[in-house]
């Protein structure tokens, strides 16, 4: 049908323009995360206060989320970088993002952030492996998945 490919091709382009920004926008609240992470560590650390082992640690905790936070950001962004690329989703930077999400509630869990019950703390634990199965399984069963995932 006539017209039909120059429609597709234009909602592609505008497709792009989209991932663009939402790449772009992904990329400087990044930024701003970390920033204000680093910024607030650096402001409790120099603080008239009396530094304790608590403050410090509660500090790099607070810190840490935020790292985990904006590397969770970034892998986002480089799922919407491998998507403008080859225009298909991927599934292995899913399960990254998946990953590091867990890992972080984890953290706080483990670190006496947040109380949870024993099953909810299996629940984190058995979603960590599971994501690390589907991630040996697409690199075992679907190499051009991974192939494409790493320019």
Do not use: C, N
């Not at 491998?82 to 399960?95: D, E, G, N, V, W």
């Not at 999400?101 to 703390?121: D, H, M, N, W």
């Amino acid at each position: 049908m006539p017209g039909v490919g120059g429609s597709i091709s234009v909602l592609q382009h505008a497709q792009d323009v989209v991932t663009i920004v939402v790449g772009i926008v992904l990329l400087v609240l990044g930024a701003v995360l970390l920033v204000s992470g680093i910024a607030g560590f650096v402001h409790t650390l120099s603080s008239g206060k009396v530094l304790s082992a608590t403050s410090i640690s509660g500090a790099a905790i607070s810190l840490l989320d935020e790292v985990l936070l904006v590397l969770i950001l970034i892998e986002i962004l480089h799922t919407v970088v491998l998507s403008l690329r080859s225009h298909r989703l991927l599934a292995q930077p899913f399960i990254i993002v998946g990953l590091v999400a867990v890992i972080r509630k984890l953290l706080f869990v483990l670190g006496g952030e947040k109380t949870v019950s024993t099953s909810v703390l299996a629940l984190l634990i058995a979603l960590v492996a599971v994501l690390v199965l589907g991630l040996i399984a697409i690199s075992r069963f679907d190499p051009s998945e991974v192939e494409a995932a790493d320019p």
